[in-house]
């Protein structure tokens, strides 16, 4: 508190002003408002790896800086939104992991949630 008051510690710009603090706090870095968002950039990271994960962003809460990033989400429609798997290769061994029955109410729920999802 004692650099802030006095005025020695650098700040970001517009303190206070909700909608820069929210895009301060989504990309991490106040000074730069065009810095991609903190997800995008971890995504981006891990794909650059020696042994690179494959990995993805999306919000479900529309566009939202916090996942902008160099790679955009490929399962996402701008118009549709979600685009549900519709790849076989990937969806039928995926829909044989939920093919038997079982006797829980949770697990015939979450059988039923992930084939709904594919």
Do not use: C
């Amino acid at each position: 508190k004692a650099e802030y008051d006095a005025g020695t510690k650098q700040l970001p710009p517009n303190l206070f002003a909700h909608n820069v603090m929210r895009r301060s706090t989504q990309n991490l870095h106040a000074q730069a408002s065009d810095a991609d968002g903190v997800l995008g950039r971890i995504v981006s990271a891990l794909g650059k790896q020696a042994s690179p994960y494959v990995a993805e962003t999306y919000s479900v809460a529309g566009s939202v800086k916090m996942v902008d990033g160099e790679q955009a989400a490929t399962h996402l429609d701008p118009r549709k939104g979600f685009v549900p798997l519709l790849d076989a290769e990937v969806a039928t061994p995926m829909g044989d992991i939920s093919k038997r029955e079982a006797e829980s109410m949770f697990s015939e729920t979450w059988s039923m949630v992930l084939e709904t999802a594919l």
